[in-house]
């Protein structure tokens, strides 16, 4: 008689009757999951990316929107942090050391697109925004203007619009993300602010959502 | 608020809804975990993966070093085939469709590729070989000496061989590998057991490499199931015996508990000798030919749960992802099987505690308890953890509304009450701010304390 057993870690593994094969979980708070990861736990890495996926993609997504690559991008954020996870001292800064990580590999990918684009003599707004799948056509169109003129942008601005006003980041955490001071995270914002409506002013329907508020039209 | 805030608010939310479509997550899920089971399997299996012409060139140089060259060495020697053809180290050796192929070693080792199978002999020296088995299914008899070296590279895996008999297989799409060790003791090494895994005679090895899932088999009868036959998946090949499954087999533990579920009949079903098998096996957990998820994907919920109990309800939570749980449960929801659909989100929060994904249950649970079953009490305790628990994906404000309510309609006057309050503070235009203000309101012409 075959009797089957399956090699896991943490009570999930022994709990279950034998002859019952069940995925190798990784059970821990981050403290655990950093020693883990350090380690060389098997199950970890696994543990890792389901532990921070949605919250690296959600980032992604906010600085980059509806992106084709953004599945590839995900993989690197993670292949990365694996690398470099050795630096972190303190398991509570891991969520947002890894959010610091997808900040570093998205601005990469803004850059070397970037490039691209010169190397190609074109224009940002000559590459279509990638239409997303919102069942709401304004919600819609909001999405593919305001990323229209966020290509435009400069990286470090864009991320920093993104994070301040889509994420909703307070500054401070602004700064504490991209890994700069307090006073360079306002002055980037500031100047991402402006570029952004004066950007916008060329799209009717952004101006309407920033004509609300006469906050701007004043400055 | 101001206007930027606001767009970016409206933003979040179109972005949200499309990631919830997205599979992004999934997709990456596998793809990372066998590029991380790649770089950790080491650099010399690394080299071979990578480089393998490199390999092959350098191996073949040093064949030529050794069976040339110096022609008084006591390197094995390999030979291959019905016409005993010497192999060249680094050559790419594969069996035919219809039947197995040979390799034999001058040390009266035999390596035999399965139908289908391709490998090469990397390296040979006087204590033994090292073999590359890239796709298929090796028979191995190794004989046994003092001082015996043989490796074989299976995909991500090393299997350090003293003295042995065993079948081991590698389905390079699939990423899985399986050891059946019918004699002796071998050792294997690679993602999931980087230490090592020592194998006595009677056990099994099975590896889902992209699932990071290991299995291991003991046999405790002289009669030994094959494993996986990835190989030799091919039907009815000529002249090649195929068995029938045994009437009276013995059943492992897993397949007793589901004995509807023809993915189970697989591993007992498939008796083998040790000669060359032919006939396919089921992998562990086929998924029907419409699966599930299929089904939940295109909104037949009742149909999508339908399956899962077909395929074993408990099994497929076994091996579902955090987001399958998710799905799952929101099929089971939206299908009104209540039951089910607590236990997906009980088990998403219990596998994966202090994630996105356990939060995003708590509020799944809080909106079932309070739409469906009208249970406002418990949908008061799971909105309220979920807040707890830092609430996010654009939930927040909807999870703090619905707490509001939930515990005016329990009768919790007080805790509703303050809810209300932090909803109107933090949402005064939300579409929960009226109904907040008037609790408010209620309580303060009633005098109650703020």
């Not at chain 2, 206007?3 to 933003?11: A, D, F, K, M, Q």
């Not at chain 2, 053809?85 to 469709?97: D, L, S």
């Not at chain 2, 990835?230 to 007793?256: H, I, K, L, S, Y």
């Not at chain 2, 009490?377 to 830092?390: P, Q, T, V």
Request: net charge negative; charged share 30%.
């Amino acid at each position: 008689m075959l009797s089957f057993a399956t090699r896991g870690s943490g009570p999930a593994a022994t709990a279950k009757p034998a002859g019952v094969v069940h995925p190798l979980t990784f059970v821990g708070d981050d403290a655990a999951l950093l020693d883990g990861l350090r380690s060389g736990h098997p199950g970890a890495p696994a543990a890792f990316y389901d532990r921070y996926a949605d919250y690296v993609h959600a980032m992604l997504m906010r600085i980059l929107g509806c992106d084709p690559e953004i599945g590839d991008l995900l993989q690197e954020v993670f292949l990365q942090a694996l690398k470099s996870v050795g630096s972190v001292r303190d398991a509570n800064r891991l969520k947002p050391w890894v959010g610091s990580v997808a900040v570093h590999v998205a601005r990469g990918a803004i850059r070397k697109r970037s490039r691209r684009r010169w190397l190609q003599f074109r224009q940002p707004e000559s590459l279509p925004v990638r239409e997303a799948p919102v069942a709401d056509e304004e919600t819609r169109e909001v999405l593919q203007l305001t990323f229209e003129v966020l290509e435009r942008m400069p990286a470090d601005e864009r991320i920093a619009f993104s994070l301040r006003f889509v994420e909703q980041m307070e500054l401070a955490e602004v700064a504490d993300i991209c890994g700069v001071s307090l006073a360079t995270a306002k002055r980037r914002i500031a100047k991402a602010e402006r570029r952004f409506v004066a950007l916008a002013e060329t799209r009717p329907p952004l101006r309407g959502w920033l004509d609300q508020s006469s906050r701007w039209r004043d400055r | 608020m101001s206007s930027l805030e606001r767009l970016g608010e409206e933003v979040a939310r179109g972005l949200d809804e499309a990631r919830e479509q997205s599979d992004a997550v999934g997709r990456a899920r596998g793809e990372f975990l066998e590029r991380v089971s790649v770089s950790r399997s080491g650099p010399s299996r690394a080299r071979v993966g990578l480089g393998l012409a490199a390999a092959a060139g350098l191996a073949a140089a040093a064949a030529v070093l050794l069976l040339v060259i110096l022609p008084g060495s006591d390197a094995l020697t390999a030979t291959v085939g019905d016409d005993n053809r010497i192999v060249e180290p680094g050559e790419w050796i594969t069996a035919p469709a219809a039947s197995s192929l040979p390799v034999r070693f001058s040390d009266g080792s035999l390596i035999e590729l399965e139908p289908r199978s391709g490998a090469r002999v990397v390296d040979v020296d006087e204590r033994g070989a090292r073999i590359l088995l890239e796709k298929g299914t090796v028979r191995a008899e190794v004989v046994h000496r003092e001082d015996t070296s043989w490796t074989l590279d299976v995909g991500p895996y090393e299997v350090v061989v003293t003295g042995t008999r065993f079948h081991a297989a590698w389905d390079p799409d699939e990423q899985r590998f399986s050891l059946d060790l019918h004699e002796g003791g071998v050792r294997v090494r690679g993602p999931m057991v980087t230490e090592g895994q020592n194998l006595s005679a009677g056990s099994g090895f099975r590896a889902w490499v992209g699932e990071q899932r290991v299995e291991l088999a003991f046999l405790q009868s002289d009669r030994f199931a094959l494993l996986s036959e990835v190989a030799t998946a091919e039907p009815e090949v000529a002249g090649a015996p195929v068995e029938e499954p045994n009437a009276d087999r013995e059943v492992p533990a897993a397949v007793e508990s589901h004995p509807a579920d023809p993915a189970d009949e697989a591993p007992e079903a498939r008796r083998a000798d040790a000669g060359p098998r032919t006939e396919p096996v089921a992998t562990p957990l086929p998924e029907p030919e419409i699966s599930w998820k299929e089904l939940a994907r295109q909104g037949k919920y009742g149909d999508a749960i339908d399956a899962a109990e077909s395929q074993g309800f408990d099994k497929v939570l076994i091996g579902a992802t955090p987001r399958d749980l998710k799905t799952l449960g929101d099929a089971a929801r939206l299908s009104h099987d209540f039951a089910r659909a607590e236990q997906c989100y009980l088990e998403l929060r219990q596998r994966y505690p202090g994630t996105a994904h356990a939060t995003k249950a708590a509020f799944a649970l809080g909106r079932m308890a309070f739409d469906q079953q009208h249970l406002y009490s418990k949908s008061a305790k799971w909105l309220d953890l979920y807040l707890k628990e830092g609430g996010g994906g654009g939930l927040t404000r909807e999870a703090l509304g619905r707490l509001v309510e939930a515990r005016h309609r329990a009768g919790d006057s007080r805790g509703a009450l303050d809810a209300a309050r932090r909803y109107v503070s933090s949402y005064p235009d939300g579409p929960h701010a009226a109904y907040a203000e008037k609790l408010i309101d209620a309580a303060e012409s009633r005098g109650d304390p703020p």
